[in-house]
């Protein structure tokens, strides 16, 4: 399932997805609004998936950082080589999960 964003997806609008093994989360924007707005932050705390990808696909962006909060346990996280900067994964309530770059 991919879900194509153009500005953070954070508690208000974030995705609940259940029985889905992988989950794609990527961002078409030239900034976000919601925090910093070079980072594009997701709550995954909806979100029930073995695999979830973190995708930016926008050239000419100033976003170069990823945060994604909420990561259920047993979740493996991957963020594409796109994001310059820091990616920062939270899990959920001491979740084990793993955590891989591109």
Do not use: H, R, W
Not at 43 to 65: K, P
Not at 77 to 90: Q, Y
Request: proline content about 0%; charged content about 15%.
């Amino acid at each position: 399932m991919t879900i194509t964003a153009t500005d953070d997806i954070v508690a208000g609008n974030a995705a609940t997805v259940v029985g889905i093994e992988t989950v794609n989360f990527t961002i078409q924007a030239f900034v976000t609004t919601a925090g910093v707005n070079t980072t594009f932050d997701v709550d995954s705390s909806g979100v029930t998936a073995d695999n979830i990808n973190l995708d930016l696909d926008q050239n000419g962006t100033s976003i170069v950082d990823a945060t994604i909060t909420g990561v259920a346990t047993g979740t493996t996280v991957t963020a594409s080589d796109d994001f310059t900067g820091a990616v920062i994964v939270s899990g959920d309530d001491n979740a084990s999960v793993v955590v891989t770059t591109a």
